[in-house]
């Protein structure tokens, strides 16, 4: 993987993981106005960003133990 290729997928991790503080300040807003609904589908939301941040970082690792 060339330096720029790793920089691209190390952008996207932080864009997923900014999407993913995104909504736990949701989450909070909601707790403190008793949106419980509201807060579990953020929940959900944010569980996939999490999720999401985690494959591409686990991906980036493979890619470079494939290299070595």
């Known amino acids: 993987m060339t330096k720029n290729e790793e920089a691209i997928l190390n952008n996207l991790v932080e864009t997923l993981q900014e999407y993913e503080e995104e909504c736990f300040r949701q989450m909070a807003f909601m707790n403190e106005h008793k949106f ?8 959900y939301k944010q569980q ?18 494939l290299e070595n």
Do not use: H, P, Q, Y
């Open 48 to 65: 996939a960003f999490t999720r999401s941040w985690l494959e591409v970082a686990n991906a980036i690792d493979k890619i470079k133990k």
């Open 36 to 43: 419980e609904m509201e807060r579990g589908a953020i929940r």
